[in-house]
């Protein structure tokens, strides 16, 4: 069964701190597929990035970079020099591959990690 | 390009009524996801349809939830009859499954905050 663990409840920040949100997770497939998601205080659920098993390259996209590393089953989320329209509940999740079409189906879920940047 | 769209966006109602959801995928995207956000359980899995053939209903709290996809650009999930524990967000996401197996990210609606009463 796959698990997706994010231990910080809850994160505060003062706005220009860096922050590290951590993502553990836990799958017995070899081919699987990772996400980060971002719901602000408005509700909605806003894609922010993918990674597949086979692609341990860290990522750089603006402020945001992430690190894959499949050694220690982490996936973990940088924000530089916050801002407090970061200020949102993020999500970590997890998709195996789907033997019978090949792709990514069912996405589970962490609990989220609530960040606040204040000024 | 217009996302997921997701009616209504807010539904009050009493317990033992019958609430339907709706949710309109975006064009072009062949698979469809429900899910159902509390503080207790999250975010889970309720159903999920490819081509519009219901694929893993194995989220379904219970026989008072049905989902249906009628054609691809259209589907609802209903509760009958509806229960005050059956307050939560449902999200409604979709995205594009192709032949070979490859797939974009799930792209999630506004979502519908039910409040059973």
């Known amino acids: 069964a796959q698990k997706v663990t994010q231990a910080q409840t809850e994160i505060s920040v003062v706005e220009k701190e860096d922050v590290t949100l951590d993502c553990v997770y836990e799958?017995?497939?070899?081919?699987?597929?990772l996400f980060w998601y971002k719901q602000p205080p408005s509700g909605e659920l806003v894609f922010l990035i993918r990674r597949n098993s086979f692609d341990e390259q860290n990522e750089i996209s603006g402020r945001y970079s992430w690190n894959f590393q499949k050694s220690t089953s982490s996936f973990n989320f940088t924000i530089t020099a916050s801002q407090v329209v970061d200020s949102a509940v993020y999500f970590c999740a997890l998709s195996e591959r789907e033997i019978l079409t090949g792709g990514g189906n069912k996405l589970t879920f962490g609990t989220g990690t609530q960040l606040k940047v204040e000024l | 390009d217009a996302g997921v769209i997701q009616s209504p966006r807010h539904e009050v109602t009493e317990m033992g009524q019958e609430v339907t959801l709706r949710c309109k995928p975006i064009s072009g995207h062949n698979s469809l996801f429900w899910y159902r956000q509390t503080m207790m359980r999250g975010l889970e899995l309720l159903i999920y349809f490819n081509n519009n053939v219901p694929i893993d209903d194995s989220g379904m709290p219970e026989d008072r939830f049905s989902a249906k996809m009628p054609n691809a650009s259209f589907s609802t999930l209903k509760i009958q009859p509806s229960e005050p524990r059956d307050s939560a967000v449902y999200f409604c996401a979709s995205r594009y499954l192709s032949p070979q197996g490859t797939f974009s990210e799930q792209y999630f609606g506004p979502g519908t905050r039910l409040t059973v009463t």
């Open positions: 799958t017995r497939d070899t081919t699987y597929y």
